[in-house]
């Protein structure tokens, strides 16, 4: 009988996997998940069925981004002004009390790059950095100004 292994991280089972397929395999898992219930109410924005955390739009550069997406998928992103961290667990996405552990931090603004949608596909939640052609084809008439973002109405 063999053995299992398991790995901690999501970063650490990517890792096993050919080069070729290490990078693509992070990209997937920030740009496209969903956060495990209960999420924090600061963060309340963030329970969609699908969030892209916009880490495109954060304007970090090649190597930045890489990091920001290995962080995500290892030891999660410190969430400025909280005590949270964001973290990739397969199949989702968790937050949870952040702990000193975490290689990157968000930016403040943080959440101007990212957008969440319901199960029908509807925004509930876009942020002011998204780009156009994330948003093409949705109807954002009526959605009110919440700061960093358009909320529904």
Known sequence: MGTMVRFKTWLESVEQLEPGFRRPMLVE????????????PELSFLAGRFVDLGFEN???????????????????????????RLRFAYPQAVVEPAD???????????KEAVLVTDDQFVPTWVGKRVRPDQTAGFNLQGYRDVGEGLAPP
Not at 32 to 40: D, E, I, N
């Open 29 to 40: 898992a920030a740009a496209h998940t969903s956060f495990q219930a209960p999420v924090p």
């Open 58 to 84: 954060l304007g970090l550069g090649p190597q930045r981004f890489n990091d920001f997406l290995r962080a995500f998928s290892g030891t999660g992103v410190a969430v400025p002004n909280t005590n949270w």
């Open 100 to 110: 000193g552990r975490e290689q990157e931090t968000l930016p403040d603004w943080w």
